[in-house]
Structure formats: C-alpha cells, structure tokens
C-alpha cells in the first residue's frame, strides 16, 4: 500500500507539473487558453502575471511531494512521509477549493485532487498497517 500511494501521489505531482506548464510558461496559448476556458488573447494577457505566480505554487506543491518520494526512498520514512502528506494534502485542499468554489470546474477539481487524495489514503493505510 505504502508504494501505491508514492506512486499516486507522485502521479498528482505530475499533473500539477503539467498545470505549472500550462499557467506559467504557455498560459497565451492555445493549449492553455482552451483548458482555462480563456476567450480572448486580451483576457489571457491581462491574467498572464497572476496565473505565472498561480503556477508556480503548483510546481512547489509537485516538488514537495517529489522530494517526499525520494526521501522515502532513501531510508527516511518519517520525513518522506510528511513531505508527502504535506505537498499532496495542499492539491488535495486546492481541488476541493475549487470545486466548492467553481463547481462548474469539477472535472477539472477531481484531476487535480483526485491521485493526491487517494494517495494519502494508500499511504496512510499502508504506514498504519507496517
């Protein structure tokens, strides 16, 4: 259980990677433009500096998470644990934030705290089965 839940947070680390790519390197285009439901290049522009700074607490967020796996890797359990748990809490709470507060974007929500949830849960279980 332990590993399924590196792997699926691990997973919403990835997907929040994407989203930084998406907000703070190609938010004017048209990739980023269609998934963010933005119309016009003038609104894309007016948003740019507030969905750069956006992404990059999606990146922060990933990188807890992947510094987590990693020390859990490396012997480290309690503080892997805890990076996890910490990184993959906060998508989790950005999703339901969004959910509740867009519930138009609920699709949307779910990919963002859908793996991160469901790996805490794994990996809880599978520290509280050791």
Not at 66 to 73: N, R
Request: positive net charge; without cysteine; glycine residues 14%.
């Amino acid at each position: 259980m332990i590993v399924a839940g590196l792997v699926l947070a691990g997973l919403g680390g990835l997907i929040h990677v994407y989203i930084w790519v998406l907000e703070s390197l190609v938010w004017t285009g048209p990739r980023a433009r269609a998934t963010f439901g933005i119309r016009s290049d003038e609104e894309a522009q007016l948003t740019r500096a507030l969905a750069f700074n956006q992404g990059f607490y999606n990146l922060f967020l990933a990188l807890a998470v992947f510094a987590g796996i990693v020390a859990f890797a490396a012997g480290a359990a309690a503080v892997g644990a805890t990076l996890v748990f910490a990184g993959a809490g906060m998508m989790v709470g950005a999703g339901l934030v969004l959910l509740l507060s867009s519930p138009s974007k609920a699709r949307a929500a779910l990919i963002q705290l859908g793996p991160p949830l469901l790996g805490v849960v794994a990996l809880w279980i599978g520290l509280a089965t050791v």
